[in-house]
């Protein structure tokens, strides 16, 4: 099943990004929607844990090249104890890695995403060198984010195990989402959408997903913005593929990340989380991402942790 939605023309996804942009003006700062995390929502959000269970929402890192994968993660022994030594030893290794692939779980820094010559709100693209970035890099989210987390899990909602590439996650299926579940998406939650993504991969295999993706419709932002959500995740990148918008590739990182200063969790897991909320029937947790610290970075492999 495929819900299909109107392709936006440019005036109109212009339209929507300018109400968007006004509508989250209280987030236009260097830490964006982060000022929602306030130390009472943060003690709140510790306050909805029950069993203490943690779950970790990264899938694992992948070192083999694939089709949605061209420029994997490199991982490779530096030392490796040869088992001669009858003192002090250590195994060592590197690690390199293309943070904003198709694979891989990460985090989008409020410098990511450049929009008609400027960053989030406003911020002058000349900052950003190949030095790294002099401002909103992943640094702004260096004391970690922490709050409650919500997963709203579309293909539940819609009898299915996974939604296809090219469909839409509408503001209506979030809505239906928060009642078949029982939750309520609140100001300051880190919103976690699941399509299905990572369960499509692993059942029927990996795929050019940079040209195939199941998302969010842009117009799905209102209830975003409704909420005053601080964070935005998915088990995918959030934006459909093909672009739902003519002339705009990515729309959903355009508006979350450039109009709503929201830093956006990429390629999440939550193939054992779901069926842990579903058991308990409760979809809210703390939820714990620490970025690494990599001032200038546009980005950082994450493993978000939810805490039931």
Do not use: K
């Amino acid at each position: 099943m495929t819900t299909e939605q109107p392709t936006l023309s440019e005036a109109d996804f212009g339209a929507l990004y300018r109400t968007l942009r006004s509508r989250s003006a209280w987030a236009a700062g260097e830490r964006g929607a982060l000022v929602a995390l306030t130390p009472e929502r943060v003690a709140a959000a510790a306050g909805v844990v029950r069993t203490g269970r943690t779950v970790g929402l990264a899938a694992p890192v992948e070192t083999l090249p694939g089709p949605d994968n061209p420029e994997p993660a490199q991982h490779r022994m530096t030392a490796v104890p040869d088992g001669r030594s009858d003192g002090l030893d250590f195994a060592m290794d590197r690690f390199a890695m293309n943070v904003h692939g198709d694979a891989d779980s990460h985090l989008d820094a409020l410098c990511h995403v450049v929009y008609d010559g400027t960053l989030h709100g406003g911020v002058p693209v000349d900052g950003v060198t190949e030095s790294g970035a002099a401002a909103l890099s992943v640094e702004v989210a260096r004391d970690g984010i922490v709050g409650r987390g919500v997963l709203l899990d579309v293909p539940r909602l819609r009898g299915v195990p996974w939604l296809e590439p090219g469909d839409h996650v509408t503001a209506e299926d979030l809505t239906a989402a928060e009642a078949a579940q029982g939750v309520r998406v609140g100001e300051g939650d880190l919103l976690l959408v699941r399509v299905g993504h990572r369960r499509r991969r692993t059942e029927l295999g990996a795929w050019p997903a940079a040209g195939a993706r199941a998302g969010l419709h842009p117009s799905a932002l209102g209830f975003l913005a409704d909420r005053r959500v601080c964070v935005l995740g998915s088990d995918g990148n959030s934006d459909t593929a093909p672009s739902s918008t003519r002339g705009v590739d990515f729309p959903v990182h355009v508006l979350a990340v450039h109009a709503m200063g929201l830093h956006l969790l990429d390629y999440l897991c939550f193939e054992e989380l779901a069926p842990v909320c579903a058991r308990e029937r409760r979809w809210a947790f703390l939820c714990v991402v620490a970025p690494l610290r990599l001032p200038g970075a546009t980005g950082s492999p994450v493993n978000p942790i939810a805490v039931l």
